[in-house]
């Protein structure tokens, strides 16, 4: 093997050299040996004619060799357009011998041609392959070995993308199509699924790579829960439609993306709803450059509103979406919009409501919100201020404005709520359906500004999601914190969440309560668990002491519940999404609440904690903390207090 380093390692005009060599040696050999194979002889070596046909022969087969190009060939990417140049030099070859023993009158036989013919194609041909293995060989030691889930159009195209890698080295296929079994695809053999366990030990393999990219989600679910328990990392290539686009090449591999194992479809848009209320108007998005807000823009824009008004209280965050949707706008001339980017907190009534009416504002999506539990439970009076003043002086200034729709953004986390945060989130709820009632006119009349709110759970890839935080602690080598082992969650895509939002508020009557249907929940243990072993590692436990990946549970948070729910109550109905129900739930009248809010802004003027806490038990929110107050700044004051007696 060192002797073949030193050789691949030499110059490219010494390959060349050492190729004519080689060349001229297999013209002799060939040349005599055909001779020997038709008269069981060798030639007469000292006749000048078979000496002149030699060197002529030599002569034209190294030219026409070199003229076709066979010489500027680079071995490692050899194809079998270089065999046909061989068999094309080799045809040229043998009808030389025939021409120089014609004029020369040599004593030939007229099949030594064609045997000849056939002796310098297969030393040529041969010599050429099998350099060409070794060569493969010899760059693929440090190569990852992978085997390709899909023997469809994608999986051929990540083959031959593969097949010169110095990368990657592929193995074999791996299709559950039976009639493809042990078939033989560009030179790789088709296995069927149940096969992979022995192949993965067999060559060592790496990486499994899935190109199934219009296989549907539940049945990449099934495919991933099939490979998951392997050895072996599992990495996607790009969707289709990207790769059709332009937009990824068939090898740019992934991780497995998360919606994957859910095994959760989205359901296509309805077209009509999702242009009702947005198309041809002006659209204001709170929280616009939040993960739900900036995701909310971005589905907005394909329905062309006349106007989008961004509103964000973070500058970064603002300046970001902005320059997002302007690019867009600029990639896509079918896209007139304007876009209005402004800065502002929803805690400022009198700059909700002066924007609103100076852009004539039609539709309002209120996502601007404090979601964080653990954070709002640190910071009680700001996620109050935020969550349940913010929306109802959003809320206000809609009216005031004559806002023709106005959808909230609220969350699973609002039923039944444990935590400060749910509990302002259906608070918030309240203040929408009590201005929603309060509006309602004895004739039944569509009031002024129809008001409805959309609750739904996790979101992946939002801002405090459990998923990323999982992936870098794995990038780190562990551990993964998990809460709680019996801790499971909702999950939804946030473009699905995103599209529901805005076809739900396009079905609002008035004071509508919309729960999406999330679909199964999800153990986030479990997640834990593949998001190890879809890396190819280990989880490391009492019964596996030297897996790479620990899971340790640190215990669920301050106002963290073990499950969350999507209903009060029982009285849900369908809609004509099949996504998207509709339930009816208890709310205060418009005076009872603002009662309520009166009481509520002097605590937390008065940073009277305790107050606080007992004007949200007395609401309707069933609210049932699972912790003392929380509140970081009430606590220290309560702590230097106390140390403040002591020493009196």
């Not at 349940?388 to 986390?413: C, H, M, P, Q, R």
């Not at 309060?438 to 129809?450: A, F, H, L, Y």
């Amino acid at each position: 093997m060192a002797h073949l380093n030193y050789i691949f390692n030499l110059s490219r005009f010494s390959k060349r050299i050492i190729s004519l060599i080689v060349d001229a040696i297999f013209v002799i050999v060939s040349f005599y040996s055909a001779y020997w194979a038709r008269v069981s002889a060798l030639p007469p070596l000292g006749s000048q004619s078979f000496q002149l046909i030699t060197l002529g022969v030599l002569f034209i087969t190294l030219v026409v060799f070199a003229k076709l190009g066979l010489y500027r060939a680079v071995l490692r990417y050899l194809t079998f357009h270089a065999l046909a140049v061989v068999s094309l030099g080799t045809l040229i070859s043998a009808l030389s011998i025939s021409v120089f023993a014609f004029f020369l009158d040599a004593s030939l036989p007229r099949s030594v041609p064609v045997i000849y013919g056939s002796f310098l194609c297969i030393l040529c041909g041969g010599a050429r392959l099998i350099a060409r293995t070794l060569v493969a060989q010899a760059n693929g030691k440090g190569c990852k070995k992978v085997l390709i889930y899909g023997a469809g159009a994608a999986g051929r195209q990540l083959a031959l993308a593969l097949k010169n890698s110095d990368t990657h080295k592929v193995i074999g296929f791996i299709d559950n199509d039976k009639t493809l079994r042990n078939n033989v695809i560009m030179g790789l053999t088709v296995s069927i699924a149940d096969k992979v366990k022995q192949l993965i030990e067999k060559h060592s393999v790496q990486q499994i790579l899935l190109a199934v990219p219009s296989a549907t989600r539940a049945r990449r679910k099934q495919i991933i829960d099939s490979l998951v328990h392997l050895p072996a990392e599992v990495l996607t290539i790009p969707d289709m439609k990207d790769i059709i686009a332009g937009k990824a090449e068939i090898d740019e591999l992934k991780d497995v993306e998360i919606e994957d194992l859910l095994g959760r479809d989205s359901v296509e848009p309805q077209q009509s709803l999702m242009e009702k209320n947005v198309k041809d108007k002006v659209v204001m998005v709170t929280g616009a450059g939040g993960s739900i807000g900036s995701e909310l823009c971005r589905q907005i824009i394909k329905s062309q509103p006349k106007t989008l008004i961004l509103f964000e209280l973070s500058e970064f965050a603002l300046y970001k979406i902005d320059r997002e949707l302007s690019s867009l706008l600029v990639s896509d001339p079918e896209l007139s919009v304007e876009l209005v980017p402004l800065l502002g907190s929803v805690q400022r009534s009198h700059r909700l409501s002066t924007s609103m009416k100076s852009f004539g504002v039609q539709t309002v999506y209120h996502a601007a919100a404090y979601k964080h539990v653990p954070l709002v439970e640190y910071n009680v009076v700001e996620g109050v201020r935020n969550n349940v003043f913010g929306t109802y002086y959003t809320a206000k200034a809609a009216a005031e404005a004559k806002v023709e729709s106005f959808v909230l953004i609220s969350t699973d986390k609002a039923v039944r709520p444990t935590n400060v945060m749910g509990t302002t989130k259906r608070v918030a709820e309240l203040g929408l359906q009590a201005l929603s009632d309060s509006m309602q006119k004895p004739t039944d009349e569509q009031p002024s500004t129809c008001f409805s709110m959309v609750r739904f759970g996790n979101v992946l890839g939002s801002s405090g999601s459990v998923i990323p935080l999982f992936k870098k602690q794995i990038e780190d080598g562990g551990p993964i914190t998990v809460t709680h082992p019996d801790i499971i969650r909702y999950f939804m895509t946030i473009p699905e969440a995103a599209q529901l939002v805005i076809q739900a508020g396009a079905m609002a009557k008035g004071g509508d309560v919309f729960v999406l249907d999330m679909g199964e929940p999800v153990k986030i243990s479990d997640l834990a668990v593949n998001l190890v072993q879809l890396s190819g590692l280990e989880i490391k436990d009492d019964d596996n002491p030297y897996g790479d990946i620990e899971i340790k549970y640190s215990g669920l948070r301050p106002g963290e519940k073990l499950f969350e729910e999507l209903l009060i109550g029982d009285n849900v109905e369908s809609t004509a999404h099949p996504r998207i129900m509709t339930a009816s739930e208890r709310f205060l009248g418009l005076g009872q609440y603002e009662e309520f809010l009166e009481k509520l802004d002097a605590a937390c003027h008065n940073y009277d904690q305790d107050m606080i806490r007992d004007l949200l038990l007395g609401a309707p929110t069933d609210f049932s903390p699972s912790d003392e107050i929380g509140d970081l700044v009430w606590n220290q004051l309560q702590a230097s207090t106390d140390k403040n007696k002591i020493v009196h």
